[in-house]
């Protein structure tokens, strides 16, 4: 669905930019049929941070207050990098990897059902 303006040549001003977050890009993290989060969240980072980093360091405090945190096993973790299939390199830079500002990670925990077994 195409969006119009009500006036005509509209040039609205793009606040989300990358050159906006003074060095960091916005990525955002999602866990699939956990929909205690109803969406992914969006983190500031800095490009050169790795992917072992991002999950340890700012994913985790988010993620933590899932009752099934305690048994997620990142290993085992399936990932999509803006819709389609990745495969995380811990130690390697979120740039290195594809992983740009606005970039949408989402991973799925197949051994792990949602809240009370939702699955959704």
């Known amino acids: 669905m195409s969006v119009q ?5 509209y040039r609205g001003v793009v606040r989300d930019r990358f050159e906006n977050f003074h060095g960091n890009q916005l990525v955002y993290v999602a866990w ?3 929909l205690m989060f109803c969406a992914p969240f969006a983190f500031p980072v800095p490009p050169e941070m790795s992917f072992k980093s991002l999950l340890t ?3 985790t405090d988010v993620f933590a ?3 099934e945190f305690d048994q997620l096993d990142w290993s085992k973790a399936e990932w999509l990098l803006d819709g389609q299939p ?7 830079a979120l ?3 594809g992983i740009s500002h606005k970039s ?6 197949p ?10």
């Open 57 to 59: 360091d700012v994913a």
């Open 104 to 109: 949408v990670l989402r991973f799925q925990t």
């Open 32 to 34: 699939d049929k956990h």
């Open 65 to 67: 207050v899932h009752p």
């Open 95 to 97: 740039k290195d990897q």
């Open 5 to 9: 303006a009500i006036v005509p040549d």
């Open 111 to 120: 051994e792990l059902k949602g809240y009370m077994g939702a699955d959704i």
């Open 86 to 92: 990745f495969i995380p390199q811990l130690d390697v």
